[in-house]
């Protein structure tokens, strides 16, 4: 309605009204927005026969270092490469998508975090999770409590040990592998290799729980069924069905690219991913998130489970 618009007008006036010169972001001098909804590349040089590097979220940070015929080189969390102007804000138009799009968490600051079933420190400790971890806020709880979710466990957390922070999500590093090149006590499978370059491909691609399409809508036990059967291997339907049974258990410090890593919340519930290399796992990690490249070692791990020989 025209009532509707003109309110719509008003917020945004009132918006672009307090965008700052610089960046509304601390740590950035000259912003950029990666302006798409699910995935830009970033790429090893200026054009797109470069390989792939990087992956930049949906309205993701970057730094601007410098502009080449159309292409500007950032540096986004720990990629550096080259991205196409074309899909990239710039100046006032990044200010006002980052405060559009920037969202409120909890930086974990302690190196290992109790994530509880319920605010008390007397009660059973659900999961722990690692220094760095962004934990979505589902409510501010009094005496010093907030309730929050992470890869869809829902728990408690103490105030003192998070700081309340607005960010922007930043480029994830794309691992390349070789066959027998990774530094692993034993060499990378082709299959594992190509069994992750296939998982790549659905980067950004919608979380549903209890969903099965890879493009429309899967959860985390889905998503690795389905990504494994494409090599022939067929998995469990549910992420509590690979404790126990499937595969063989190696241990963390010897888990290699291809690996899965399963993670247990509670006696019913929890999360399981595919093991990227250099701490890093692909996954369906929720519906903020969708099919996303995140830490490993976000919460410890409860077993890690080898399937490709």
């Known amino acids: 309605t025209d009532e ?50 990087g992956k930049m979220p949906g309205y993701a940070a970057c730094e601007i270092l410098e502009e080449k015929n159309g292409w500007y080189k950032i540096k986004s969390g720990d990629v550096t490469g080259y991205v196409s102007a074309d899909y990239i804000l710039t100046g006032y138009d990044a ?18 975090l109790n994530i509880r079933e ?6 059973a400790v659900s999961t722990k999770v690692a220094k760095g971890t962004h ?39 794309i691992e390349t592998h070789n066959y027998g090149s990774y530094n692993t006590n034993e060499p990378v499978p082709q299959v594992a290799i190509d069994l992750i370059n296939y998982a790549y491909q659905f980067l950004g691609n919608p979380y549903k729980w209890g969903g099965n399409s890879l493009t429309k809508g899967i959860d985390c036990s889905g ?18 069905a690979f404790r126990t049974g499937v595969g063989t258990t190696v241990s963390v410090s010897n888990a290699r690219p291809g690996d899965i890593f399963v993670y247990k919340y509670s006696a019913n519930s929890g999360h399981v991913a595919i093991y990227i ?33």
């Open 4 to 53: 509707e618009a003109s309110e719509a007008i008003k917020d945004m006036d009132l918006v672009t009204s307090i965008v700052p010169e610089g960046s509304v972001i601390s740590g950035y001098t000259n912003l950029g927005i990666s302006n798409v909804t699910s995935y830009l590349n970033v790429r090893k040089g200026a054009g797109t026969n470069y390989a792939v590097v």
């Open 277 to 309: 290399g250099n701490g890093k796992i692909i996954h369906a990690a929720n519906e903020r998130a969708g099919i996303c490249i995140g830490s490993a070692f976000y919460a410890t791990p409860y077993r890690v489970i080898r399937v490709i020989k």
């Open 95 to 112: 200010n006002v998508k980052a405060m559009e799009k920037m969202d409120r968490v909890l930086a974990v600051n302690c190196d290992k």
């Open 223 to 240: 998503f690795v069924k389905q990504i494994y059967a494409k090599f022939g291997y067929n998995l469990p339907r549910t992420s509590k």
């Open 135 to 173: 934990l979505q806020i589902v409510e501010d709880l009094k005496d010093g409590w907030y309730k929050v979710t992470v890869n869809n466990l829902t728990g408690y957390v103490a105030s003192e040990y998070v700081d309340d922070i607005y960010t922007l999500p930043t480029a994830t590093k």
């Open 118 to 123: 319920l605010p008390s420190t007397d009660c």
